[in-house]
T-cell receptor
Framework: GENVEQHPSTLSVQEGDSAVIKCTYSDSASNYFPWYKQELGKGPQLIIDIRSNVGEKKDQRIAVTLNKTAKHFSLHITETQPEDSAVYFC????????????FGPGTRLSVLP | NAGVTQTPKFQVLKTGQSMTLQCAQDMNHEYMSWYRQDPGMGLRLIHYSVGAGITDQGEVPNGYNVSRSTTEDFPLRLLSAAPSQTSVYFCASNSGTVGNTQYFGPGTRLTVL
């Protein structure tokens, strides 16, 4: 089955700097890759996603890149702000319908003022 | 819309007790899922349902039962709680169409003594 690895497990950046979180997956059949942000005491919230027919997607300060050949995808956050501090999860799914996700272990991002 | 709601928010059980975690959504979503979240392990799929009357097992189904009698509700039952089931449980739903977003509930923190 699918296995998703995520690095780093913790990341501290200064406010205004960029943050990059990387994930690798094992199943070449996976074709949908969402990223979730989880704030303390809350459920995960989708922040951006990418499908296998796209190499890059951007939404304001957040971007995701996908390399299907190497089976890795990355989350890029530019101009970080204190409210970006949270745990971020990547996931992979073999279908476009958002079912049967396999999640990475998470990255705790701290943005220092 | 209330989105995805879960009750209770917190629960403490003794080993061997049974209980039901409730999940409801008011978005008319076909797909609903249960995940457990443990430190350093991301979210793992317990059971999922693609519509009323249809359920299937995820990655870690042992010790849990589900049923889906209506589109709105997807309860998770622990038949005989064990300390290994101490975790945070999240319910999620999505529409099951291409390009959909998966919505998570706020979670239930369960402790089994």
């Amino acid at each position: 089955g699918e296995n998703v690895e995520q690095h780093p497990s913790t990341l501290s950046v200064q406010e205004g700097d960029s943050a990059v979180i990387k994930c690798t997956y094992s199943d070449s059949a996976s074709n949908y890759f969402p990223w979730y942000k989880q704030e303390l005491g809350k459920g995960p919230q989708l922040i951006i996603d990418i499908r296998s027919n796209v190499g890059e997607k951007k939404d304001q300060r957040i971007a995701v890149t996908l390399n299907k050949t190497a089976k890795h995808f990355s989350l890029h956050i530019t101009e970080t702000q204190p409210e970006d501090s949270a745990v971020y999860f990547c996931a992979a799914s073999p279908d476009n319908y958002g079912q049967n996700f396999v999640f990475g272990p998470g990255t705790r991002l701290s943005v220092l003022p | 819309n209330a989105g995805v709601t879960q009750t209770p928010k917190f629960q403490v059980l003794k080993t061997g007790q049974s209980m039901t975690l409730q999940c409801a959504q008011d978005m008319n979503h076909e797909y609903m899922s249960w995940y457990r979240q443990d430190p350093g392990m991301g979210l793992r799929l317990i059971h999922y349902s693609v519509g009323a009357g249809i359920t299937d097992q995820g990655e870690v189904p042992n010790g849990y039962n589900v049923s889906r009698s209506t589109t709105e509700d997807f309860p998770l039952r622990l038949l005989s709680a064990a300390p290994s089931q101490t975790s945070v449980y999240f319910c999620a739903s999505n529409s099951g169409t291409v390009g959909n977003t998966q919505y998570f509930g706020p979670g239930t923190r369960l402790t089994v003594l």
